[in-house]
């Protein structure tokens, strides 16, 4: 049974997400010490959150960073703040997804869904660890890490999206249809600057690697992955 943690000081609505989420079989934690968000996140050990925005004393953002310093689990943000740049915080803050209040809860709970099937590998395989490669570098798509030049990194389900399609298509170049359709189920609920948010930690996780440039931008195109010469395979 997968269990939801909420973080969301309106009442009304914590009680009624938790109540239409239990009705798929999940567990669910309402937080209501708010000055504590990390100490219940450790206590329970969720294998998603749902995350305000504006709560008291600190807001989503800092949680989520707390988070992310422990945990690599779905963090989804929902907020009545709709503004791009409240997005665009959350993606850089280490969020999964967004989603404007007031939402559909059947929506809520698909995404929901979504995140979790794509964290924790209801589609990979069984049997033997998937390992995607491309010259020195090495991505393990089930346990979110990529490996180069002798140093590890831990990656978002978005990042590890990103990259493990980047591989596929090396050296061809991939679409931003492409990329897309395999980080969201529904186009329709995607901002076209998400992606460039992504793509920018992507490129910030592969430069902390030591691999400078190793995204290029084909205008009009996508993204095609660089390999610097020397290392390919």
Request: include cysteine; charge should be negative.
């Amino acid at each position: 049974m997968q269990k939801i943690m909420i973080v969301e000081d309106d009442s009304k609505i914590a009680v009624l997400l938790k109540t239409y989420i239990e009705k798929y079989g999940c567990r669910v934690h309402v937080v209501s010490d708010f000055d504590h968000v990390l100490n219940d996140f450790h206590t329970y050990q969720p294998d998603l959150v749902l995350l305000d925005i504006n709560l008291p004393s600190f807001d989503g953002f800092y949680w989520c960073r707390q988070i992310r310093k422990d945990s690599i689990c779905p963090v989804l943000f929902i907020s009545a703040r709709d503004g791009e740049m409240d997005q665009v915080m959350a993606l850089e803050n280490g969020g999964d997804d967004y989603i404007t209040k007031p939402f559909y809860y059947e929506v809520v709970m698909a995404k929901i869904r979504s995140h979790l099937r794509r964290a924790y590998g209801e589609y990979a395989s069984k049997t033997e660890e998937r390992v995607v490669e491309a010259g020195g570098m090495k991505l393990y798509p089930e346990r979110m890490e990529l490996q180069l030049n002798g140093k590890m990194t831990m990656l978002t389900n978005k990042e590890a999206a990103i990259i493990d399609l980047l591989i596929e298509r090396h050296p061809r170049v991939a679409s931003r249809e492409a990329l897309l359709e395999k980080l969201w189920d529904d186009q329709a609920y995607v901002d076209e600057n998400t992606l460039n948010v992504n793509m920018a930690r992507v490129r910030k996780k592969l430069q902390e690697l030591g691999a400078k440039d190793a995204v290029e931008t084909v205008r009009g195109a996508g993204y095609r992955l660089h390999i610097p010469e020397g290392e390919e395979k």
